[in-house]
């Protein structure tokens, strides 16, 4: 106990990380699953991105402050332009027709004097070959990490790294989750794609293949700071994909550096240690313990925004504005699985920021008459502010329209659907599982995204009334008269006299789960149907959705990009799941929408794009391949020394701009967390005091024995 | 009403008859007898005794199912999932959902909500449940009172049936010891009889008061709370207890078998069989058993949801997954007793008793029926017994590694898996976990207490 | 004792090669190289062809156990079977299906795992050792029956019990120690602290019952009887006589412990978030990266086999009259 009480002198006792960690301008955050994937060709996940979205640069980002989303340069000097060239490679004019248009072009001019991190890979010795490219066994028997490296340099990014990594996106053995969608817009992809698989089969496994001896016909190379992107047709979105970490410079040394053999039996590989231009380092990657990043010294000059919505001049998240970036200097990030203890770290100052679980919402958040989130006295009194947003996500229950029985576009289906959307109270299920924190869907467009109406106009004329001001759910009434109409009076076929079926594919992960599935059971019961529940775990249930074997299913979709045609696609008749592999899970076909989507898709945001997306909106949602269910809002809290924190759901490279004051961290961290130690006194007090009769009781014994 | 059977429903029964028909044939036998007399001598044995028959007692209510017949609304939902008589017994339990937590004995949710006031306004309020203290006018002033008053009607009760069952043992034992009553009921009070009567008895008061009192307090309130879609905790700890039984007791179907054939094979045939044997066991031993588990639950995962139509029923599903699970247990848990009775064997096989038999001609399996398994037949029922707790036990853990019984079956695993988290919340919402604790540490406290005593009087190492 | 040895040695090989089978059959049959592909490539925008590919480059799309239309030998090398699991016997492990190195994870990986179970080892026994000794000392009266009443009560909660309520308690309400987490180095013990005393404590029910029954046994034997007749006082009869007899099955109980120590604890390990080797195991089964499973399960037969060697060879060590052939 003496040891304890002299050691923990200092800080306190509690605190997870070592002594003098708090007072620095370190970030403190966690991780609950460790990313599998840090290389850019391959990370597709949120939890990904908010990592190397911190290492990566692309040509564009997301302005910080602004909204709607607009994008703006990060490594480009300025947006890029596009032209239109017909088949002949002629340049078209802008206002061209779409049908005229067989390819545009993306020129993209980077801007000057941008360096890569330092980093073992650009190493050169003094006849200019390259210190690790060919580690021996011997110089690789003391190396166990990155940092084992004794030397590190850089070189200036030319447009060729940008390139390389848009060739990398080709490459078979590395899995890009947008590459097939890539061969349909980059010119010469799919044939890049094949040639590299070819030779990978002639060249065994094993083989490491050279991106540079490979050419790429889509992307040309004008000079060090410029190159061009050629598309079939044209592709309004790909501005959005520039934005993301897919499009960021990869150096060749890096890609040859890392396929040494010896390093990838060490688990170093591109996947694990990033290679960027960004703002920060990742200077340990430890995925079972911490992740944590650094200050890039060599990042090029950027400020903080002058502007930005309304609003935030009030809200203080100008107060930066002008200033050179970043303000953070180390990013701690900790394996942080269950809920519990990471709350509470939250609570004692230990994590600067947290999330907010549906566990402890109500500890925090309360609503207001007005229905707006609040939060608690308690959380007020330690200073926490709460931050939220609706995300660009969209949740729904879908249908398997090649199902026989809850399938089929004619009038009869529709209507069973329709009642079914009806029956479905997302409005309780929020209450109920999310704590509120979400709006019922009215359709495919999240709010926030182009093509969002709020109002009368907006709202599912199918599933709800527009009621005094708001939109409210038809009543169950409605929903039993349509499924009357439909051929089920009751729940009951009417030809068959059989009790209608329906079968839900779900993947329970838990006891969790349980009460969630109850409640569908219940909505389903309103109706007098029977749902039966087939749970099974996420291969089966994938494996099914392949195979078009679900009846009525949950999905979810998050955005890749602010614009509408990333949620229309999901039900556009040629991305069907069920033989083709797309995102269309619902296997959802319908002609009229199918025209309708791929005018919409190319189309500038204006009035007669709203027009088509108000069509698309009608179609879906008299068919109602989906329950349209809700769109999650994202609540976060952060404390009082964590500033410039504006969430923004497009946005993954947000930490350059944010800002931590350590000594008000450690102040409160000191005034929170205040050992209390006499329990433990007394325990030990009473232990003893039961020893004291027994030893009575002992002597006494031995006593009697003696004599 | 339809009555059907699950297939651990059947099992179970199974068991219960075989331990029945055991007893049956141990009152039998003298040298069976006398260690059994000294196990019914031991006061806590035996009041552990009572508790367990009453947790028995439930498990076996929770296991006649029937489907119910649809009611004259014609809800669909219920017809296709099958109930249990406890079920349909705590009907009101099952269905007097809140929406939400709320506390023991609480009047108010847990968490405030919008409330309509009466101006047409709106107020930030905590609202009343719908069920729980819905009687009361005035839940501030009335509340403690009526607990109190519905308490003492409750226990009453209970004390009122107490008093007929005690009167009814009393006049057993009086006609089997040909005593007049009035002695009979003298001597148990004073604790005079041979069997511990008395705290049997109290045991029994004890239990009956506080059964009484939850029941009546059970039919206003929500005794352990409510879960967090409102569901009463009471209940599912209740229904717990059916999967912690089975859990226990089905298990005996895999291990007493394999451990039974291949423990006597090894020991008594030796050479290649024992090889062979011991092989076996070693190796299914060397293996983690978590993983084992958690190979073997995925594997049925994956059964099921191909072969998904013989499974239409969540219940059947869950059940299954159940049953699947004990037999995985017994396969990880029969290596211990087998090499116990290997060594017994060995050693019995060398008595002289054994090998006049074998010089006389008698067959193998006549010995080892005859000669060796009545000799090693304790080993058995101690490992039987002492295992019980462990099992019930394992069940939680591999529940939160999400191994272990289906998330809709009700077990004190998922209880503490989903509670877990809930400790957190501020106010912490403690009493899901606190009726799991009580439940579950009520049966294997009265578990391990048996299991000693059994060991205590059937070990002839231990027994002087 | 030589012959001994690799007698025994020899014998680990049919074992092991029974554990590898057995396992290989269980994780393929319950996971098909589709389903690990398709857990491994993520949710979004995952075609037929990826799956195809990334099948092709682990050696997945090959048989699983008789490849027909390989020629010879290659009929049984070219195979999943062969490919995936002759290299655990050299304990080369390969790579996860995430693409990870096993082997360099489970290096990095068993030292916090070493790190909670040794001392959780040593402390428990001394814990119940000394708990035991002073029940026996203190036999016959009531703290022996209130103190054997307490095991009892301890052995029956569960172990998720006082996980959860020491978090509570000591890193929530009374703020002495960080929640969860782990740190290496000279930081360790602060993280070590919590879990440690929750596995103790969680251990001394039947740890004690078991020592307090070891004790007895050798209390009653005569020499311990004639050590009191000469006027011994109770306490040098304990210590001197009856704990070093009784070291033998102690002893021998903890070395068939030892090898299991870099396993680490399931439970303790990923509710305290220390990685170790068995919240590796626990985010494998959950995560279905069954080459990790299927290594642990190696690694812990391996291990397990080896404490029975141990276990041998310690009995000869402390009593010389066993003797092995």
């Known amino acids: 106990m003496a040891i304890l009480l002299t050691a923990c002198g200092e800080g306190p006792w509690n605190s997870p990380y070592p002594a003098g960690a708090a007072s620095g301008r370190t970030l403190f955050a966690s991780f609950s699953e460790r990313p599998k994937h840090l290389d850019p060709a391959r990370a597709y996940s949120s939890d990904e991105f908010r990592i190397i979205g911190q290492v990566y640069e692309p040509p564009l980002q997301y302005h910080y402050l602004q909204r709607p989303y607009a994008l703006e340069p990060l490594t480009a000097g300025v947006l890029p332009t596009v032209r239109y060239l017909d088949r002949d490679l002629k340049v078209l004019p802008d206002d061209a027709p779409e049908a005229a248009i067989a390819y545009s072009e993306y020129a993209i001019h980077l801007k000057p004097g941008i360096r890569f991190q330092p980093h073992p890979a650009f190493v050169r010795d003094s006849e200019g070959a390259y210190r690790y490219h060919a580690l021996t066994d011997e110089q690789l028997a003391s190396i166990a990490r990155l940092d084992d490296f004794g030397e590190r340099a850089t070189r200036e990014v030319t447009a060729e790294d940008y390139a390389h990594q848009i060739k990398r996106l080709a490459h078979p053995q590395l899995h890009s989750p947008i590459a097939e969608l890539m061969k349909t817009y980059i010119v010469g992809f799919r044939e890049l794609a094949d040639v590299l698989k070819r030779d990978l089969d002639a060249r065994g496994p094993r083989a490491v293949l050279d991106l540079r001896d490979y050419a790429l016909e889509g992307v040309q190379v004008m000079d060090g700071q410029h190159y061009r992107v050629r598309l079939h047709g044209k592709y309004p979105q790909f501005r959005f994909w520039l934005a993301m970490p897919f499009f960021a410079p990869m150096p060749w040394e890096a890609e040859r550096f890392y396929s040494q053999p010896g390093l990838v039996a060490k688990n170093i590989t591109l996947d694990w240690y990033p290679v960027g231009t960004g703002a920060y380092q990742l200077i340990e990657n430890n995925p079972n313990r911490r992740i944590v990043l650094g200050r890039n010294p060599y990042f090029h000059d950027e400020f903080y925004p002058t502007e930005g919505e309304p609003g935030d001049r009030e809200s203080g998240l100008l107060v930066n504005a002008g200033n050179r970036l970043p303000f953070i200097d180390r990013v701690v990030l900790a394996l942080e699985k269950e809920t519990i203890p990471y709350w509470n770290k939250f609570l004692q100052g230990y994590y600067d920021s947290s999330g907010l679980a549906s566990d402890n919402f109500d500890q925090a958040v309360q609503f207001s008459a007005q229905g707006n989130a609040e939060l608690t006295r308690e959380m007020l009194a330690q200073g926490i502010s709460l931050e939220t947003a609706v995300a660009a996500s969209s949740y729904y229950m879908g249908f398997n329209l090649l199902d026989p029985v809850i399938g089929g576009l004619d009038e009869r289906h529709c209507k069973l659907r329709q009642a079914l959307s009806i029956a479905l109270d997302y409005e309780e299920f929020i209450t109920i599982f999310m704590n509120g924190r979400g709006i019922p869907a009215q359709g495919m467009v999240p709010p926030g995204i182009f093509g969002h109406l709020d109002g009368l106009r907006g709202i599912n004329p199918y599933v709800y009334d527009w009621v005094g001001n708001a939109p409210r759910r038809k009543s169950i009434e409605a929903a039993r008269q349509r499924l009357a109409e439909a051929g089920y009076p009751r729940g009951v076929d009417a030809v068959t006299g059989k009790p209608l079926v329906l079968y839900l594919d779900i993947t329970a992960r838990g006891p969790d789960d349980k009460s969630l599935l109850n409640w569908y059971r219940k909505q389903f019961d309103k109706l007098g149907i029977q749902l039966v529940l087939r749970a099974t775990d996420y291969n089966q249930f994938q494996q099914k959705m392949a195979n078009g074997n679900a009846q009525i299913f949950q999905w979810g979709w998050n955005a890749d990009y602010p614009d509408p045609e990333n949620f229309f696609f999901l039900l556009y008749g040629p991305n069907r799941k069920a033989g083709l592999g797309g995102e269309n899970a619902a296997n959802y076909q319908s002609e009229r929408f199918d025209r309708l989507f791929e005018r919409m898709r190319n189309m500038d945001d204006g009035p007669a794009r709203l027009e088509v997306i108000q069509q698309l909106q009608e179609i879906v949602r008299h068919d109602a391949p989906w329950i349209f269910g809700y769109h999650p809002k994202s609540f976060a809290l952060h404390h009082a020394w964590f500033r410039n924190l504006k969430p923004n759901l497009m946005a993954n490279n947000d930490l350059k701009y944010q800002l931590i004051e350590p000594a008000q961290r450690v102040a409160r961290q000191r005034e929170w967390n205040r050992p209390r130690v006499w329990p433990l006194l007394v325990g030990l007090i009473l232990f003893f005091a039961a020893l004291v009769p027994a030893w009575h009781g002992y002597r006494r014994r031995q006593r009697a024995s003696a004599l | ?464 | 004792m030589s012959a001994y040895l690799i007698r025994r040695l020899l014998y680990a090989v049919p074992l092991l090669l029974g554990v590898n089978i057995l396992t290989f059959l269980l994780f393929f049959v319950v996971n098909t190289p589709d389903d690990m592909a398709r857990m491994q490539l993520g949710q979004k925008r995952v075609g037929p062809e990826a799956i195809r590919d990334w099948k092709h480059e682990r050696g997945y799309d090959l048989p699983l156990l008789w490849n027909e239309g390989a020629e010879g030998t290659a009929q049984v090398t070219e195979t999943i079977f062969y490919q995936k699991s002759v290299g655990l016997f050299l304990f080369r492990f390969g790579r996860s299906d995430q693409g990870r190195d096993i082997g360099a994870d489970i290096r990095t990986r068993m030292w916090p795992s070493l790190a909670i179970a040794t001392p959780s080892l040593v402390l428990g026994v001394a814990v119940n050792v000394s708990l035991a000794l002073l029940v026996v000392l203190f036999r016959l009266t009531y703290l022996e029956f209130w103190g054997m009443a307490l095991c009892v009560a301890l052995m029956s909660v569960s172990s998720l019990f006082y996980i959860i309520g020491g978090q509570y308690l000591f890193g929530k309400l009374l703020q002495l120690v960080p929640i969860s987490g782990y740190d290496g180095g000279r930081d360790a013990w602060r993280f070590l602290i919590l879990p440690l005393t929750i596995s103790v404590i969680s251990g001394i029910g039947s740890g004690v019952r078991w020592y307090r029954t070891l004790f007895l046994d050798e209390v009653e034997k005569d020499y311990v009887r004639t050590a009191r007749a000469k006027g011994l006082g109770e306490l040098r009869v304990l210590f001197t006589h009856v704990l070093r007899n009784a070291l033998i099955p102690i002893l021998t109980g903890i070395v068939v412990l030892l090898p299991l120590l870099f396993t680490g604890s399931l439970l303790n390990e990923s509710f305290f978030a220390i990685p170790g080797l068995g919240s590796y195991t626990i985010d494998a089964i959950q995560q279905q990266d069954f080459a990790i499973v299927r290594s642990m399960v190696y690694l812990g037969s391996t291990l397990y086999i080896l404490g029975l060697l141990l276990t041998d060879i310690s009995y000869t060590l402390v009593d010389p009259r066993v003797r092995l052939h």
């Open chain 2, 1 to 464: 009403m339809i009555p059907t059977l699950f297939w651990t429903d059947g099992l179970f029964f199974l068991v219960l008859a075989m331990a029945g028909a055991l007893v049956l044939v141990m009152r039998r036998r003298e040298h069976f007898r006398r260690p059994w007399r000294t196990v019914s001598r031991s006061t806590p044995a035996m009041v552990s005794l009572v508790v367990i028959a009453v947790y028995l007692a439930v498990g076996i209510v929770d296991s006649v199912h029937f489907f119910p017949r649809a009611d004259a609304a014609g809800s669909a939902a219920g017809a296709n999932e099958p109930i249990s008589l406890l079920d349909h017994w705590l009907g009101g339990l099952r269905t007097r959902t809140e929406k939400t937590y709320s506390e023991p004995f609480a009047a108010y949710a847990y968490a405030k909500e919008h409330l309509p006031t009466a101006d047409g306004g709106q107020r930030w309020d905590y609202p009343r449940l719908t069920y729980g203290g819905a009687h009361l006018v005035d839940p501030e002033s009335e509340r403690v009172r009526d607990i109190a008053v519905t308490g003492v009607r409750g226990a009453g009760q209970g004390g009122l049936m107490w008093l007929i069952a005690a009167a009814g043992i009393a006049a057993l034992i009086a006609r089997s010891r040909r005593e007049p009553i009035g002695r009979v009921v003298h001597r148990v009070a004073r604790g005079q009889t041979p069997l511990p009567w008395r705290a049997m008895l109290l045991t029994l008061l004890l239990l009956c008061v506080g059964g009484g009192a939850i029941a009546e307090w059970s039919a206003h309130y929500h005794v352990f709370g409510t879960d967090k879609v409102g569901a009463d905790v009471l209940y599912q700890t209740i229904k717990s207890i059916r999967t912690g039984l089975l859990i226990g007791t089905l298990t005996t179907f895999v291990t007493l078998p394999l451990a039974l054939v291949l423990g006597l094979a090894a020991g008594y045939f030796r050479g290649w069989a024992d090889d062979l044997i011991q092989y076996l066991y070693t190796t299914l031993n060397s293996i983690p058993h978590v993983l084992l588990i958690a190979a073997a639950i995925l594997l049925t995962q994956v059964y099921m949801a191909k072969h998904e139509e013989a499974f239409a029923s969540l219940a059947l599903r869950a059940d299954l997954r159940l049953l699947f699970l004990c037999l995985i247990l017994g396969l990880t848990n029969w290596t211990g007793l087998c090499r116990l009775l290997r060594a017994e064997t060995l050693k019995l096989r060398e008595l002289e008793y054994v090998q006049a038999a074998r010089a006389l001609g008698v067959r193998d399996h006549g010995i080892l029926l005859r000669h060796i398994l009545p000799n090693v037949f304790h080993i058995v029922l101690i490992s039987v017994v002492l295992d019980f707790s462990g099992l019930v036990l394992a069940e939680a853990v591999l529940s939160y590694i999400n191994i272990g019984v289906d998330p809709t079956t009700e077990s004190w695993g998922n209880m503490i898996n989903s509670a877990r988290l809930e400790l957190a919340r501020e106010p912490p919402v403690w009493w899901s976990l606190a009726a799991a604790f009580v439940f579950m540490f009520t049966l294997v406290l009265a578990a391990n207490l048996f299991a000693d005593a059994v060991r205590d009087a059937l070990d002839p190492r231990r027994a002087e």
